[in-house]
């Protein structure tokens, strides 16, 4: 198997010192992931209409790409049994004591997404937001999500769209070209910067913008059928310059999320009997 170690590395490197979604505050406390929760939520307020949390009740969920852990504790506050995976040492940490601290319980593993460390058909859903876009290697991924899925199992996946507003207007052309960081710091070291900490040359993560048709395509070629998808997230500051014009006229400048929005999600299903 043939993996990208250069974006391993810049992955740790990136997450080990800018945790995903982190916040100020004492990470030790309970207030400090559940000001996390709000802030992201609060942000994402779609996020609870299309991921299936509550379905879960006494059956294995998987995280693929953990974080602080905020989006399978939603899996666990709902009464599911929580595993999750990820290469970043922080991440684990940061996981595992943000269930601890709400009295949940979730088996936590330092492990390449490319080669789930689990045994075939152990999962009821397999739950993946804002990762696979950080790995150069999908297809092996999804490969592997759809081996440790039960047969009729269901997969959750959210990547960064390419048409969105955010990456053709705030990335490409306001950032990219009127500030030239395009030109200073190429293609692959812009997208690096959409993460939080990331200057796209001495911290510079890998990234890969999917549209609709190609996340679609990956997910058929793994075995999956999709059940629903869409485009989610669109905010007035995406349209750059723009801004203010969209903010005084969202209603119908809102009407973009539905293709242009900032994420790509599906939800889908490996074929066989549940």
């Not at 994402?44 to 504790?73: R, S």
């Not at 490969?143 to 440790?148: A, F, G, I, K, L």
């Not at 207007?169 to 900490?197: M, N, P, V």
Request: hydrophobic letters at 40%; a neutral charge.
């Amino acid at each position: 198997m043939n993996i990208d170690p250069n974006a391993r590395e810049q992955a740790r490197l990136q997450w080990n010192t800018t945790p995903c979604g982190r916040v100020e505050g004492d990470d030790h406390t309970l207030e400090y992931f559940l000001d996390i929760e709000r802030e992201r939520y609060a942000q994402q307020t779609w996020m609870h209409g299309i991921v299936p949390f509550g379905e879960y009740c006494g059956k294995n969920v998987l995280e693929v790409g953990c974080g602080h852990g905020t989006d399978l504790a939603q899996f666990g506050g709902h009464g599911a049994e929580c595993f999750a995976i990820d290469i970043t040492e922080r991440h684990l940490e940061l996981t595992r004591r943000n269930f601890a601290l709400r009295g949940l319980r979730v088996d936590a593993r330092e492990c390449d997404a490319t080669a789930i460390c689990f045994a075939n058909s152990t999962f009821d859903c397999v739950y993946s937001f804002g990762v696979v876009h950080h790995i150069p290697e999908p297809a092996q991924v999804l490969d592997e999500v759809h081996r440790v899925l039960k047969p009729g199992g269901a997969f959750f996946i959210g990547v960064y769209n390419k048409w969105s507003i955010f990456h053709v207007f705030s990335k490409l052309l306001a950032q990219g070209i009127l500030r030239r960081d395009l030109f200073r710091i190429g293609y692959k070291g812009l997208l690096a910067t959409i993460e939080c900490g990331a200057d796209g040359v001495n911290i510079k993560p890998y990234v890969k913008l999917y549209s609709t048709r190609e996340l679609l395509a990956m997910l058929g070629r793994a075995g999956f059928s999709v059940v629903r998808h869409g485009t989610v997230q669109l905010e007035p500051g995406h349209f750059s310059r723009l801004a203010g014009v969209a903010a005084r006229h969202w209603d119908v400048f809102k009407k973009c999320e539905q293709r242009f929005g900032w994420y790509v999600w599906a939800l889908a299903q490996k074929q066989g009997a549940v």
